[in-house]
């Protein structure tokens, strides 16, 4: 199945970082823009970060300016999600999906496929 799968949330406490994961095993990551989206319960699902097909270009959702950033590891056909100064407000569960773009087409999601089951993150003291 063309999924992609999503690690390395969990609880922290505000102000700290973490490092999300997006890796796919049938496909190429580096053919695609690759976006992270969050939902929080009882919100819509918006989007985070994206980053381009060639990771010179990155769009960054007001929320999350200074603060995160995603960048690609090819070798290891892996996106990165880099949170830090973590805020209670970005608690939600973290996706990432493939859009078939070279620049990032913006957050309508029916642009992206290949929603992995996303990965918890709980920004809590």
């Known amino acids: 199945q063309l999924q992609l799968v999503e690690s390395g949330g969990g609880l922290v406490q505000p102000g700290g970082s973490l490092k999300l994961s997006c890796a796919a095993s049938?496909?190429?990551?580096?053919?695609?823009?690759i976006g992270w989206f969050r939902q929080a319960p009882g919100k819509e699902r918006e989007g985070v970060l994206c980053?381009?097909?060639?990771?010179?270009?990155?769009t960054y959702a007001d929320s999350v300016k200074g603060r995160f950033t995603v960048y690609r590891d090819n070798a290891k056909n892996t996106v990165y999600l880099q949170m830090n100064n973590l805020k209670p407000e970005d608690t939600a569960r973290y996706y990432c999906?493939?859009?078939?773009?070279?620049?990032?087409?913006?957050?309508?999601?029916?642009?992206?496929?290949?929603w992995g089951q996303g990965t918890q993150v709980t920004v809590s003291s």
């Open positions: 980053i381009s097909r060639g990771g010179g270009s990155r």
């Open positions: 049938k496909f190429t990551l580096g053919d695609y823009v």
């Open positions: 999906a493939r859009a078939a773009a070279y620049y990032c087409p913006g957050w309508n999601l029916a642009d992206f496929t290949s």
